[in-house]
């Protein structure tokens, strides 16, 4: 009788714990309640920083992790991690890098993953007296100075420079340009008055004050922004989570906000 007894409660136990992983494991909002709350570094791309920042607070307040963005140059933040920067997760303004990265053993690789694609803008001051329409305004002789990122490191830069090619203007207006670290410095060169136009981000400058066109987006190739687990990162349940979420519906309308093309969808002419 005794034996029989253990027996049932040793089944029965069983099946309350089988019972509760399954819970756990189809419940996302269960699996984050449990797991510690620690500080995740992101170092994400400055065209990002508003929509980011916005995402970052939603995650925190629904997860009670804690994000820490490092925005800048694609190029220079992906050389910091292949220097051992204590990054989680990294998001791309290219997924050239991503893959680069990939290749090289430093992403945790079925978490690539894209978020959206970028557009790039012709941005003037709300008070320029200069009246952009296309690009090829920018040969005009009134206009002096026309900052973009730079294009070795930077994919918005490069972006700017395609579109600059493809135009046929990029030796024309060589002499003009200033080029910034990333492209948030572009724009603030721009913001302080100390260039005429910003080759900016959509992101950068939709819903912001300032005046601005697209840039069509066949004269350059598509900005398909990526991100990534990093291998090293401590925190690699916390980070697949806040990836995830970068692509959830929520997240996602916070991209479409701020201009991004997400997946799938047709870009904005």
Known sequence: MKFKLKFFLAFFLTLVLIACTQTINSNPKVTQSISPKVTLNVSAASDLKYAFEEIGKTFEKESGNKIVFNFGSTGQLARQIENGAPVDIFAAANRAFIEELDKKGLIITDTKQIYGIGRITLWTREDAKLKIQDIKDLVKPEIKKIAIANPDHAPYGLAAKEALQSAGLWEKVKPKLVLAQNISQARQYGETGNVDVTISALSLSINKPGNWVLIPEDLHKPLEQMLAVIKDSKHELQSR?????????????????????????????
């Open 241 to 269: 989570n806040f990836t995830n979420f970068i692509n959830s519906s929520q997240s996602r309308t916070i991209m479409k906000k701020y201009g991004f093309i997400l997946p799938g969808e047709t870009p904005i002419k």
